[in-house]
Nanobody, 122 residues
């Protein structure tokens, strides 16, 4: 599967953005999907993930209550709605996928998109 992330940009603190990750290739519905991010000088970290069944969505503590992951299997797309953005959310955001399985933080994701930059100004 090939992943294409989009929707990043510059936003003021308190604002919102919605990231999209479009998948092509194999059956999207069979993939667990996740979002990761890597801020300046930081290691890549898990943001949110959903299993292939869609039954459970996981979030990092730092984004709980502010970010919402959703997937539209008919459009082969996963979204990350980001509200109440903070300067510390500034990062390159990557979408990732794995065949079947869960969207857990510690899972091994085999497919990665190219990343989209999110910059939150104070």
């Amino acid at each position: 599967v090939q992943l294409q992330a989009s929707g990043g940009g510059l936003v003021q603190a308190g604002g919102s953005l919605r990231l999209s990750c479009a998948a092509s290739g194999r059956t999207f519905a069979n993939y667990a999907m996740a979002w990761f991010r890597q801020g300046p000088g930081k290691e890549r970290e898990f943001v949110s993930g959903v299993g292939w069944t869609g039954e459970r969505t996981n979030y990092a503590d730092s984004v709980k209550g502010r970010f919402t992951l959703s997937r539209d299997n008919a459009k082969n797309t996963v979204y990350l709605q980001m509200n109440s953005l903070k300067p510390e959310d500034t990062a390159v955001y990557y979408c990732a996928g794995r065949f079947y399985g869960s969207g857990n933080p510690g899972a091994k994701y085999d497919y990665w998109g190219q990343g989209t930059q999110v910059t939150v100004s104070s």
